[in-house]
């Protein structure tokens, strides 16, 4: 069984930093790329960032580069998204999904390519 756990979200407040761990389950990790996405109420799911298998490439959607920071530990089967300087917009619920890398054909942000997702984690930004 498949099971992606994400772990480290909660309450800061504006200019603060959390670090988001995804912990994964019943794969081979390393044959795995890992995304992050977000969505908030009334918003539409957004792509995050994205870490391919071997970990030597990652991309970010534009409203957090420079800002987060992907990276994984494929001994310990986790990828983290390190987010700082969080803002009020960046409150929602964080998701992380998996997929085979050597299958990945669409864009990293289109999140039906990926079949194993974790149940959300929600991180709040105060002002």
């Known amino acids: 069984q498949v099971r992606l756990v994400e772990s480290g979200g909660g309450l800061v407040q504006a200019g603060g930093s959390l670090n988001l761990s995804c912990t994964t389950s019943?794969?081979?990790?390393?044959?795995?790329?890992v995304a992050w996405f977000r969505r908030a109420p009334g918003s539409e799911r957004e792509g995050v960032s994205y870490?391919?298998?071997?970990?030597?490439?990652?991309y970010y959607g534009d409203s957090v580069k420079g800002r987060f920071t992907i990276s994984r530990d494929n001994t310990k089967n986790t990828v983290f998204l390190q987010m700082n300087n969080l803002q009020l917009e960046d409150t929602s619920i964080y998701y992380c999904?998996?997929?085979?890398?050597?299958?990945?054909?669409?864009?990293?942000?289109?999140?039906?390519?990926?079949?194993?997702w974790g149940q959300g984690i929600q991180v709040t930004v105060s002002s």
């Open positions: 870490i391919i298998s071997s970990g030597r490439s990652s």
């Open positions: 019943g794969v081979t990790f390393s044959d795995y790329s």
């Open positions: 999904a998996a997929r085979l890398s050597r299958t990945a054909t669409t864009p990293w942000s289109t999140a039906e390519s990926y079949p194993y």
